[in-house]
């Protein structure tokens, strides 16, 4: 496979400290083409300057002797500005202070031989680092990851790591896209959480940020020109993908993506917001990353993912590049995500105004996409085009996940805004579902702390206009209340998971609810096997019930939803044979009102579902 790096011309360099054991030297390479000296500043064992030398296309270079790990550094920009290194690999100090050399190869992995588990097959689970447990860092996840694979996640999903200000955000304020967080306990400690992620068969998603930098600390205006003035962003200025110098900047991203998998072993990445990616080239950096990526897993011998989140419903993304698609390997699905909680909690504000009728979950069951091409009432436009033909382990689906929990006013999860029956619902919906399933953290027992948007800013103004943002983001939901401060400890203290929980009464039996689930959908073929044609779906608006069929050879199961709050009498269009049943959410068992369902049921059965409820059902052979 060709090098579209190289193919584009020029000699890219490596970037960042890239620190050698053998001889104790350190590599300084910098992009900074309008600057006319070029310094770096080395704090021990002293104080001292060294010059860079000046290489081709903006590139600055030297190598230090006999200098060790952990020391820190700073760059000298024309002899007057001191700054940190944009592709730092550490930040000790938060975004304002010098950068760290890291020695990568000083860690010991013990997961060779680790082949990743296919996409397909993951059962993934979001965890923001600094809420999941008390102690907010990646060493204190480890001891919770066989409480993961118990319940039968496979794949950890990480929200950002980059370096951020202060100690508290989400993560999409990162300023140092190759820093880890030194609040979560920095380099070492994220790889020891991945590396026993692996350790116990559990894949790593890392949620990286491509579409634009925080203000805080973004020193990457000094260097080059990274960012444009073409396009304009939620988030301020666009990155520059497609002007002048952009081979470079390009090149950072493509770079930042292969780092995390070489030197921190993640196995697939999460791009956040790829609609905020301006680019006009004829190859687009999607398409460039793609290739670049796909080109490190041929040589790997494994693969390595991206996954996509897009507010565009534009298949191309995940169409392969031989049919003009981008080839990402996943995309999140939103559309799956506004039927379900539109459905079941009759919201219809905001962005909810689109959806809430039952043909729109059985549209997005069928196809991915419900808006594939009509008008959007909340877009005032048409919206999306059809993924009907795109294959259903391209879609990632959820009941809940960061954003439509934390960009809520009062950050309340679905816990807190249906019934415990409408929970299961829930929790059937996403996991029996024939796309990939994500659980965000604590959904699995019914969390009831909220999940806040919180941050930790130096800067007056900036935390001001973070306060106006929030309120005027939720005007179109229609709530007036003063939101949670995001610049107070106390919010972000609210959001943390209370583990607790997971072991009384309901939370409890909503636990082992999941369990069951997630082992029917690995253990039962039709249900594990992701594929739109080996499904049918069946909707009576009327009864406001929902029917699934998925199939695999002769293993075919059968699902039954009852919308309503009220029991309903059913003649489903059940195919002939009979039919054993295998889960229930209306059972005693799952603190349920109780089942009106035989055991066994044929094609010419009505049965009476629950208020709430659902029900799998498997085909007898005989």
Same mark, same amino acid.
């Given at each position: 496979?060709?090098?579209?790096?190289?193919?584009?011309?020029?000699?890219?360099?490596?970037?960042?400290?890239?620190?050698?054991?053998?001889?104790?030297?350190?590599?300084?390479?910098?992009?900074?083409?309008?600057?006319?000296?070029?310094?770096?500043?080395?704090?021990?064992?002293?104080?001292?300057?060294?010059?860079?030398?000046?290489?081709?296309?903006?590139?600055?270079?030297?190598?230090?002797?006999?200098?060790?790990?952990?020391?820190?550094?700073? =760059?000298?920009?024309?002899?007057?500005?001191?700054?940190?290194?944009?592709?730092?690999?550490?930040?000790?100090?938060?975004?304002?202070?010098?950068?760290?050399?890291?020695?990568?190869?000083?860690?010991?992995?013990?997961?060779?031989?680790?082949?990743? /588990?296919?996409?397909?097959?993951?059962?993934?689970?979001?965890?923001?680092?600094?809420?999941?447990?008390?102690?907010?860092?990646?060493?204190?996840?480890?001891?919770?990851?066989?409480?993961?694979?118990?319940?039968?996640? %496979?794949?950890?999903?990480?929200?950002?790591?980059?370096?951020?200000?202060?100690?508290?955000?989400?993560?999409?304020?990162?300023?140092?896209? +190759?820093?880890?967080?030194?609040?979560?306990?920095?380099?070492?400690?994220?790889?020891?959480?991945?590396?026993?992620?692996?350790?116990?068969?559990?894949?790593?998603?890392?949620?990286?940020?491509? %579409?634009?930098?925080?203000?805080?600390?973004?020193? +990457?205006?000094?260097?080059?020109?990274?960012?444009?003035?073409?396009?304009?962003?939620?988030?301020? $200025?666009?990155?520059?993908?497609?002007?002048?110098?952009?081979?470079?900047?390009?090149? +950072?991203?493509?770079?930042?993506?292969?780092?995390?998998?070489?030197?921190?072993?993640?196995?697939?990445?999460?791009?956040?917001?790829?609609?905020?990616?301006?680019?006009?080239?004829?190859?687009?950096?999607?398409?460039?990353?793609?290739?670049?990526?796909?080109?490190?897993?041929?040589? $790997?011998?494994?693969?390595?993912?991206?996954?996509?989140?897009?507010?565009?419903?534009?298949?191309?993304? /995940?169409?392969?590049?031989?049919?003009?698609?981008?080839?990402?390997?996943?995309?999140?699905?939103?559309?799956?995500?506004?039927?379900?909680?539109?459905?079941?909690?009759?919201?219809?504000?905001?962005?909810?105004?689109?959806?809430?009728?039952?043909?729109?979950?059985?549209?997005?069951?069928?196809?991915?996409?419900?808006?594939?091409?009509?008008?959007?009432?909340?877009?005032?436009? %048409?919206?999306?085009?059809?993924?009907?033909?795109?294959?259903?382990?391209?879609?990632?689906?959820?009941?809940?996940?960061?954003?439509?929990?934390?960009?809520?006013?009062?950050?309340?999860?679905?816990?807190? #805004?249906?019934?415990?029956?409408?929970?299961?619902?829930?929790?059937? /919906?996403?996991? #029996?579902?024939?796309?990939?399933?994500?659980?965000?953290?604590?959904?699995?027992?019914?969390?009831?702390?909220?999940?806040?948007?919180?941050?930790?800013?130096?800067? #007056?103004?900036?935390?001001?206009?973070?306060?106006?943002?929030?309120?005027?983001?939720?005007?179109?939901?229609?709530?007036?209340?003063?939101?949670?401060?995001?610049?107070?400890?106390?919010?972000?203290?609210?959001?943390?998971?209370?583990? %607790?929980?997971?072991?009384?009464?309901?939370?409890?039996?909503?636990?082992?609810?999941?369990?069951?689930?997630?082992?029917?959908?690995?253990?039962?073929?039709?249900?594990?096997?992701?594929?739109?044609?080996?499904?049918?779906?069946?909707?009576?608006?009327?009864?406001?019930?929902?029917?699934?069929?998925?199939?695999?050879?002769?293993?075919?199961? =059968?699902? #039954?939803?009852?919308?309503?709050?009220?029991?309903?009498?059913?003649?489903?269009?059940?195919?002939?044979?009979?039919?054993? $049943?295998?889960?229930?959410?209306?059972?005693?068992?799952?603190?349920?009102?109780?089942?009106?369902?035989?055991?066994?049921?044929?094609?010419?059965?009505?049965?009476?579902?629950?208020?709430?409820?659902?029900?799998?059902?498997?085909?007898?052979?005989?």
């Amino acid at each position: 496979m060709t090098d579209p790096v190289k193919e584009r011309g020029g000699s890219l360099m490596k970037i960042g400290a890239y620190y050698s054991r053998s001889d104790d030297t350190c590599e300084f390479i910098l992009w900074a083409p309008f600057a006319e000296h070029m310094s770096l500043k080395l704090f021990t064992p002293r104080e001292r300057l060294v010059p860079l030398e000046k290489m081709e296309q903006g590139y600055w270079r030297t190598t230090v002797h006999g200098i060790s790990p952990d020391t820190l550094y700073s =760059f000298y920009l024309n002899n007057k500005s001191e700054r940190p290194d944009p592709s730092s690999f550490y930040q000790p100090g938060g975004v304002h202070k010098a950068s760290q050399i890291i020695d990568h190869a000083s860690f010991e992995w013990h997961d060779t031989g680790w082949q990743g /588990i296919p996409l397909s097959q993951t059962i993934m689970y979001e965890v923001h680092t600094g809420t999941f447990t008390a102690e907010g860092t990646f060493d204190a996840i480890i001891p919770r990851l066989e409480d993961l694979k118990d319940l039968g996640i %496979n794949a950890l999903e990480i929200m950002p790591v980059a370096q951020f200000p202060g100690e508290r955000n989400w993560g999409y304020d990162g300023v140092y896209p +190759f820093a880890v967080q030194n609040s979560y306990g920095g380099p070492d400690s994220l790889k020891r959480l991945v590396n026993a992620c692996h350790v116990k068969g559990l894949s790593v998603i890392l949620d990286v940020v491509y %579409n634009h930098l925080g203000p805080e600390g973004n020193y +990457f205006w000094d260097f080059g020109p990274y960012f444009t003035d073409r396009y304009k962003t939620p988030w301020g $200025k666009a990155i520059n993908f497609d002007g002048p110098y952009s081979n470079e900047v390009r090149y +950072f991203f493509i770079e930042n993506a292969l780092y995390w998998f070489e030197h921190y072993h993640i196995d697939a990445l999460r791009l956040d917001a790829v609609h905020g990616f301006y680019d006009m080239s004829a190859t687009h950096f999607l398409q460039e990353l793609t290739q670049r990526v796909k080109a490190f897993s041929q040589h $790997k011998g494994r693969a390595f993912y991206l996954i996509a989140e897009s507010d565009l419903n534009n298949s191309r993304v /995940i169409r392969p590049e031989k049919s003009g698609g981008d080839g990402l390997d996943a995309s999140w699905c939103d559309d799956f995500h506004h039927a379900v909680h539109a459905l079941l909690t009759g919201e219809l504000s905001g962005y909810y105004c689109d959806f809430g009728e039952l043909h729109h979950l059985a549209k997005s069951m069928e196809e991915g996409y419900v808006y594939s091409g009509q008008y959007s009432r909340f877009r005032k436009r %048409n919206h999306g085009n059809s993924s009907r033909d795109v294959p259903a382990e391209r879609f990632v689906v959820f009941s809940q996940n960061h954003d439509q929990v934390g960009n809520r006013m009062e950050g309340e999860r679905l816990s807190s #805004l249906v019934s415990f029956e409408s929970l299961k619902q829930a929790a059937g /919906i996403v996991i #029996l579902s024939p796309y990939i399933p994500l659980l965000f953290m604590g959904e699995e027992y019914g969390e009831s702390a909220p999940f806040l948007y919180f941050v930790s800013h130096v800067d #007056l103004q900036l935390i001001e206009a973070v306060r106006q943002g929030r309120r005027k983001e939720f005007e179109s939901f229609g709530w007036k209340k003063e939101p949670p401060d995001p610049q107070s400890s106390e919010t972000f203290m609210r959001s943390k998971l209370d583990w %607790n929980r997971r072991n009384h009464g309901d939370n409890s039996v909503l636990l082992k609810f999941y369990r069951e689930l997630i082992r029917l959908r690995k253990e039962v073929p039709s249900l594990a096997h992701l594929d739109k044609d080996m499904s049918e779906v069946w909707s009576d608006v009327n009864e406001k019930s929902l029917m699934l069929k998925r199939w695999k050879g002769e293993n075919r199961t =059968f699902l #039954l939803f009852n919308f309503k709050k009220e029991d309903v009498l059913l003649a489903p269009p059940i195919p002939e044979g009979k039919w054993i $049943k295998l889960l229930d959410s209306s059972e005693e068992q799952w603190n349920g009102p109780g089942t009106f369902l035989p055991e066994r049921t044929g094609a010419d059965g009505r049965v009476t579902l629950r208020g709430e409820s659902f029900a799998l059902y498997l085909k007898e052979n005989t």
